[in-house]
């Protein structure tokens, strides 16, 4: 175990050393979050994320939208010391430092706390339009990247058949893309076009952990899926991550006001598409797991339930 301690002690070292001699940075404190993401402590008494970034051209979008927006909600890159906006020097990483901001995260089993993300995600969106940048990233539309994410997910069928779950696959996979192909009928194309004329962008990831509050005042954190599309797609995915809090109903989604009147049906139709069920599948399958996949495929059996119930009242509503 010393051994291994040793290895972290040394690599904080050199990362310190690092930031000092790219960045002018001084740190008394260096703390990992995740992988490439460092709680940064300075000898000045200042305090920042640190983070490693593989995607110049992602860096470069964001330092322009940064620059070009006008915003208190969320937190933005700043410059390193000697004035650098990212160092990269003998690393396969793009570094950038972002003021930290000493929060909670939202906690969307909180009605409350619900309220704070439509209120803040929509205030963003406002303050996110008229943006124009020279490295822009154009992304597929977002039901084109989950019909991708359909196709990983046909590729775990032989799990769900060897321990008896071939009828939530089944069931799963012809709805998901039929349901893909009713909303792929709208004309997003056109609402991309007009998103690009308008400079109008999305956060792209509004988990309740990219949301931080302080003082009653609730900020966006980490803009790595920044892109310029239909701002209608911050709520959708927003509306998804509220359905398993609110019991899957629909009534109560609507009741936050994220969508016009005329939006209302081609929301309540992606919303229900399970392509956050098949990403958190995927992504289980790849990390260390607390419970059996007997278990989880159980849970995502109940969960896939109460979401095809959800689907029902929405039609009955819709019509």
């Known amino acids: 175990m010393s051994k291994f301690l040793e290895r972290d002690d040394h690599r904080i070292n050199r990362l310190s050393s690092f930031l000092y001699w790219e960045g002018n940075l001084e740190t008394k404190k260096v703390h990992p979050i995740k992988r490439n993401i460092y709680y940064i402590e300075t000898t000045s008494g200042d305090a920042y994320v640190l983070k490693g970034h593989s995607n110049m051209n992602n860096v470069q979008q964001q330092w322009e939208f940064f620059n070009r927006i006008q915003s208190n909600h969320i937190v933005p890159f700043t410059k390193f010391?000697?004035?650098?906006?990212e160092i990269?020097?003998?690393?396969?990483?793009?570094?950038?430092?972002s003021p930290y901001i000493s929060g909670r995260k939202l906690n969307y089993k909180s009605p409350v706390d619900r309220n704070r993300a439509v209120s803040t995600i929509k205030k963003f969106h406002y303050q996110a339009s008229g943006?124009?940048?020279?490295?822009?990233?154009r992304k597929q539309l977002f039901f084109t990247r989950w019909d991708a994410r359909q196709e990983k997910f046909l590729s775990t069928e032989e799990i769900f058949e060897k321990l008896g779950f071939m009828k939530l696959f089944q069931d799963m996979n012809i709805l998901m893309k039929k349901y893909i192909h009713v909303v792929s009928s709208y004309d997003w194309k056109k609402e991309q076009l007009e998103a690009?004329?308008?400079?109008c962008w999305v956060h792209g990831d509004?988990?309740?952990h990219n949301y931080l509050l302080k003082n009653e005042q609730t900020y966006l954190i980490d803009f790595d899926l920044l892109h310029c599309t239909s701002q209608l797609y911050d709520v959708i995915q927003l509306g998804q991550r509220f359905l398993p809090n609110i019991d899957w109903d629909v009534n109560t989604l609507l009741q936050y006001n994220m969508v016009k009147e005329e939006e209302i049906e081609r929301f309540l139709y992606s919303v229900f598409i399970p392509s956050d069920m098949v990403r958190e599948w995927l992504h289980f399958?790849?990390?260390?797991?607390r419970i059996t996949v007997h278990s989880y495929l159980e849970i995502m059996e109940n969960e896939w339930i109460k979401r095809k119930e959800f689907l029902k009242e929405s039609i009955k509503l819709i019509k």
């Open 81 to 85: 010391p000697n004035g650098k906006k």
């Open 88 to 97: 990269t020097a003998g690393t396969k990483y793009s570094w950038t430092i």
């Open 131 to 137: 943006i124009y940048v020279n490295h822009f990233i």
């Open 196 to 199: 690009e004329r308008k400079g």
């Open 206 to 208: 509004v988990a309740s």
């Open 285 to 289: 399958l790849t990390k260390k797991r």
